[in-house]
């Protein structure tokens, strides 16, 4: 959801956030200039348009999880 905050910060569900891949509205695309990663959060700061204030949109991003093995053969 986006924040209150013009040029804000929306924090992302997971930490260790690498990239975002993509970020949408109702379907539409969101152009890669309006937003940055900034540590786990998507940051507005950048000129263009962004999201109205607590709207929903939708962000794709990859991030690193640690992998604890069942077993090991």
């Known amino acids: 959801m986006r924040g209150s905050v013009p040029g804000g910060l929306d924090a992302l569900g997971h930490g260790s956030v690498v990239a975002i ?3 949408a509205q ?3 695309p969101i152009d890669n200039t309006a937003y940055a ?3 786990d959060s998507v940051s507005w700061a ?9 709207s929903t949109y939708q962000v794709t991003y990859r991030y690193n999880v640690a992998v ?3 077993s090991i053969t």
């Open 21 to 23: 891949e993509s970020v």
């Open 26 to 28: 109702g379907g539409t």
């Open 37 to 39: 990663l900034a540590g």
């Open 46 to 54: 950048p000129a263009g348009t962004e999201p109205a204030a607590s």
């Open 68 to 70: 604890v093995p069942d």
